[in-house]
């Protein structure tokens, strides 16, 4: 079935610690995009591409990474720099939102612990 | 750039009994309008969308949505809570390039 793949679904990381979280899509979209979601404060958007490679920063990018190599695969690193990375991170994928057919498709997500 | 309020951090409703939760948003022109709904632990699943036309959308598992230009809302609405309803939900704008703009989120508990 077609959908979208995050991994691993669970991770702890040692502060000092860079970690890459896996995202791939077989939707064929253009557009993807890396959401962290904390309690009380929604999904805020850290990075998206358009295209492959080419991508955006969203709201809070700082203390991330990304890159867009293949239409399927956006992965997402978290480094060192971040200073609170423990959250739950959603990946998506979508055609042109601007279209009337337009919707992000989100992965199950992955949720990172930092000890 | 656009902007998406949700008043209600939670809302306590019984089973059988109407739901309406509250979007407000702020856009200059036009904006694409979304509900998404979300489990404990998993993604988020889309339950409507608004566009253009009209302006009483519906959507699945018995949901529907009415924009209202003039309020800048987007409200949810159910006529029959059930159970299975519980779960957290989340309000989304786009309309300023390729990207959606969330909402903090309503979390509905359901009681028996």
């Known amino acids: 079935d077609g959908g979208i793949t995050q991994s691993p679904k669970y991770l702890f990381r040692k502060e000092g610690q860079n970690v890459t979280l896996s995202c791939e899509q077989n939707?064929?979209?253009?557009?993807m995009y890396w959401y962290r979601q904390d309690p009380g404060q929604g999904l805020r958007l850290i990075y998206y591409?358009?295209?492959?490679?080419?991508?955006q920063k969203g709201d809070i990018a700082e203390g991330y990474s990304v890159s867009r190599e293949k239409k399927e695969s956006f992965p997402l690193t978290v480094t060192s720099a971040q200073k609170n990375p423990t959250a739950f991170y959603l990946c998506a994928s979508s055609i042109d939102l601007r279209m009337g057919t337009g919707e992000l498709f989100f992965g199950e997500g992955s949720r990172l612990t930092v000890l | 750039a656009q902007s998406v309020t949700q008043p209600d951090i939670h809302i306590t409703v019984s089973e059988g009994a109407s739901l309406e939760l509250r979007c407000n948003y702020s856009?200059?022109?036009?904006?694409?309008l979304f509900w998404y709904v979300q489990s404990p632990g998993q993604g988020l699943q889309l339950l409507l969308k608004?566009?253009?036309?009209?302006?009483l959308v519906q959507g699945i598992k018995g949901f529907e949505a009415e924009f209202k230009r003039s309020q800048s809302s987007f409200n949810l609405r159910k006529p029959s809570v059930h159970w299975s309803d519980a779960a957290e939900y989340f309000c989304a704008v786009g309309g300023d390039g390729n990207k959606l703009v969330f909402g903090a989120g309503t979390i509905l508990r359901v009681k028996s």
């Open positions: 591409s358009q295209i492959v490679n080419d991508f």
């Open positions: 856009y200059g022109a036009t904006p694409y």
């Open positions: 939707l064929n979209h253009d557009a």
């Open positions: 608004y566009f253009s036309g009209d302006t």
